[in-house]
């Protein structure tokens, strides 16, 4: 029994996510609001977070990596598909053609990730030193 107690804590010690995720969901049970708009507004604060971190990368590197701006793009388009699957009236073409805007930038970056100039660097560096 003891163990399982030593885990379960391990478990939260070390994923804050979880913990994050739980105070979350308590105040939004305790404040009544509705869940789909906290959603869409959590869904928002992530996409200022993405471009944030997409600017601050920039200011120091000089360098605007596609990731970061691809994954700005998907968020808000998930965001978008939460908007309107929420709506009682909905509009499935609207949604399905977001979906597919969604594939093809997780295609797009799939892509950046593999062909990324960064990563043949880092791999002609490690030829060289061999």
């Not at 107690?5 to 049970?29: D, G, P, Q, S």
């Not at 997780?106 to 990324?116: E, V």
């Amino acid at each position: 029994m003891k163990n399982a107690l030593r885990k379960i804590k391990n478990y939260f010690e070390n994923n804050y996510e979880f913990l994050a995720a739980f105070v979350i969901f308590v105040f939004v049970l305790v404040s009544n609001l509705d869940f789909q708009k906290t959603i869409v507004l959590m869904l928002e604060f992530i996409v200022i977070i993405e471009v944030m971190k997409m600017i601050s990368d920039f200011i120091k590197k000089e360098t605007l990596r596609l990731r970061f701006v691809i994954d700005i793009f998907i968020i808000f388009l998930i965001r978008d598909v939460v908007i309107y699957t929420s709506k009682p009236q909905k509009d499935y073409f609207t949604i399905l053609f977001l979906l597919f805007v969604i594939l093809v930038f997780f295609i797009f970056r799939i892509l950046a990730i593999k062909y990324s100039p960064s990563k043949k660097q880092n791999l002609e560096e490690e030829r060289n030193e061999k």
